[in-house]
């Protein structure tokens, strides 16, 4: 819907303050206050004034909003202006198109056909009706004068208060008529009817959707003053208004019929309904109710309301309670963009807002990090400088004892070597030289009666598992005396382990 704030992802970061929602009311005669905030069990309407200002100027209207503000220390969140019936225009439109952005731009293009004002005199907003027809939306549209949007802006504007939404009482009434309907079948159309102080406003609702508004210009007090003609005028109204609705056909007929504000007047109406030859007779039933008894109200308010009788409140409480429910916004576009801007301007500075707490949060991690292994290396160098000399000893005595330790464990190696070597030796063979190093690498030099000796002779070192890598570096075939005698050089390396 047009005109409508967009849902911000970054409210979750808003303080979570008390809510307050403060409810402006003005008619040609009375300005009426009222505000509040959700509690615990469901929405509390904390305070209610009302007051004569058809001999005020508008800088006064500001100052009675300022002074009520101050006196109770409301600091509202969202400040509503309700703008009565009287002042707007509705109508019933069927658009050719079921295209939300497309039924945007028609509204927007024709809406000044149903008003003798020009386009940029007019301030507007609708609503689409949930309809099963395909072809086309039904429409439910709202136009004020633009003289009448400027001057509630400047009234807000001079009491310091920056309007959230200028709203319709039909959208918040239509849930209170809902809920004193419970309990009773219905099959057609509710009505609700609100009979205030200076007109009365019918509220059609069909399932659970506003179909039908329309202001019937006789209210409390012209039923007071002249009882008779009024009560004439009103029937008269009111049957032209239900007439009108049936006609349009955007909903079912009407079923039943509540009736609320200055309840006193709906026993005159029940009797006209129950006159034969009322065009309603036996098709609409009409029932009154308290609407006190649908809201949560503080004592003071309920105190208020009760010395109040000339006043109704049940507009403002209904606005109060189902603000959430007040889908119409005739604030002045202009006003409507700023809020935009504002609240565009308040994200990106909450955006902001985070990414600095997001960088100052990695800062202090890291500067704890710096800090605590600052701590640390300070405690290993008290306990390095402390032990450093210590450990230095010790590491001259490790490193002597494994000196030891490995002379101890190479020592008489060679003897074993020897000890070895000497059991393969006969008769057939002697040695000559035997050469040993420290890194178990072993020569062995020496003459056999045949060459089929010294290749026995390597074998028999090679399957001992006490060398390793035995390889015939030499041989070498020779005559000693009458006898034929092989020389031989043999290189071989101590296996591991040994």
């Not at 609503?127 to 086309?136: D, I, P, Y």
């Not at 008269?236 to 609320?260: F, K």
């Not at 190093?437 to 390597?458: K, L, Q, W, Y």
């Amino acid at each position: 819907m047009p005109g409508e704030p967009s849902k911000s992802f970054l409210k979750f970061m808003k303080f979570s303050a008390p809510s307050v929602t403060l409810v402006v009311s003005l008619g040609s005669e009375i300005l009426k206050i009222g505000h509040g905030q959700m509690g615990p069990g469901g929405f509390l309407i904390e305070g209610v004034a009302a007051e004569d200002v058809s001999k005020k100027t508008d800088a006064e209207i500001s100052h009675i909003l300022l002074l009520y503000c101050q006196a109770r220390k409301v600091v509202p969140t969202q400040a509503l202006c309700l703008i009565p019936s009287k002042q707007f225009i509705f109508k019933n439109v069927d658009i050719p198109s079921t295209e939300k952005e497309e039924v945007s731009k028609i509204i927007d293009l024709q809406a000044g056909r149903f008003t003798p004002y020009g386009r940029d005199e007019i301030v507007i907003d609708f609503v689409c009706l949930e309809s099963l027809v395909q072809h086309f939306t039904s429409v439910l549209l709202f136009i004020v004068n633009r003289k009448i949007a400027d001057r509630l802006a400047a009234i807000f504007q001079g009491a310091r208060l920056q309007t959230e939404k200028v709203v319709i009482a039909s959208d918040c009434m239509a849930t209170t008529y809902i809920e004193a309907a419970k309990g009773a079948p219905l099959k057609g159309a509710l009505g609700g009817l609100h009979v205030g102080e200076e007109y009365s406003e019918l509220t059609v609702i069909d399932g659970s959707q506003v179909v039908f508004v329309r202001n019937i210009p006789v209210g409390a007090t012209a039923l007071k003053k002249n009882p008779e003609q009024a009560r004439n005028d009103f029937t008269q109204e009111l049957n032209r208004s239900i007439s009108a609705y049936h006609d349009q056909g955007v909903g079912q007929q009407v079923e039943r019929l509540w009736v609320t504000g200055f309840t006193e007047s709906s026993v005159a109406l029940e009797e006209e309904f129950r006159k034969p030859d009322s065009p309603y007779f036996g098709k609409i039933e009409v029932s009154s109710f308290d609407y006190r008894k649908y809201f949560n109200v503080s004592q003071s308010v309920m105190g208020i309301v009760q010395q109040a009788p000339q006043f109704s409140f049940f507009e403002i409480f209904s606005v109060l309670a189902h603000s959430d429910q007040a889908k119409v916004n005739l604030l002045l576009p202009e006003l409507k963009l700023r809020r935009r801007v504002r609240e565009s301007s308040r994200d990106i500075l909450g955006l902001g807002i985070l990414i600095m707490a997001v960088f100052l949060l990695a800062s202090l991690i890291m500067g704890s990090k710096i800090y605590f292994r600052k701590i640390v290396n300070q405690k290993l160098d008290q306990v390095s400088e402390k032990f450093g000399e210590e450990a230095k000893r010790l590491e001259v005595v490790s490193t002597k004892n494994r000196i030891v330790k490995k002379l101890i464990e190479s020592r008489g190696k060679e003897l074993t070597v020897l000890n070895v070597i000497n059991g393969f030796i006969g008769d057939d063979l002697y040695l000559s030289q035997v050469n040993y190093s420290s890194e178990g690498n072993v020569s062995i030099a020496g003459t056999a009666a045949s060459m089929s000796r010294v290749f026995a002779f390597v074998t028999q070192l090679m399957q001992s598992n006490y060398f390793s890598k035995v390889e015939t570096k030499e041989t070498k075939s020779r005559k000693e005396g009458k006898d034929d005698v092989a020389d031989f050089v043999i290189d071989c390396v101590l296996a591991k382990g040994f």
